[in-house]
């Protein structure tokens, strides 16, 4: 079952996505093993934010993309989940960028769901949901299943960023939304 926080209504035309993974990405992660639990715990990474807004400006729509096994293991409450999410779009719309929806896995690896990255489950159903043109679009993570998800998903452009965020430094990403 795919679970989905809808910000924004998806559109009548076909449209192009920054799909975005978030621990890593959107905000710093946590060490290997644990997980963001709290709003106090969620730290944007701030060279993230510029490349959020230029996905806005250049006519993305800003859709992440995140596994939370932590909710699978009990570590952290849907509900929790869905509050620090919630937060976090508000936070973003204060600084204009604008997040149109949050898909995320809650379960573990063994599992075996269809929407645990790298499966592209998450992808294809944003993709249904919000009529997007997957070739045009771009994927922003950083770790190999982010990647992997967007291959599947025949995502035409991918990032995969360190946790430096080296990528956004030099500007790759950049070149790529606006290319």
Known sequence: MIHK????SPPDVVSKALFVDRDGVINKRMSDHDYVKSWSEFIFNPKSLSI????????????????QRGIGR???SP???VAISRKMVKELR???IVI????????LIK????????????IVQAAKDYNLDLKKSLMIGDSE???LAAKKAGVGKFVKVRSDLKYFRNNVVNKLIIS
């Open 79 to 81: 509900k929790t989940f």
């Open 52 to 67: 959020l807004k230029k996905g806005n400006n250049n006519g993305y729509r800003i859709i992440v993309i995140t596994n």
């Open 145 to 147: 299943e982010d990647i």
């Open 100 to 107: 149109d929806a949050i898909y995320y896995c809650p379960h």
């Open 111 to 122: 599992d075996n769901c269809s929407c645990r990255k790298p499966k592209p489950g998450l």
């Open 5 to 8: 926080i809808q910000i924004k």
């Open 74 to 76: 009990g570590i952290i």
């Open 94 to 96: 204060n600084k204009d």
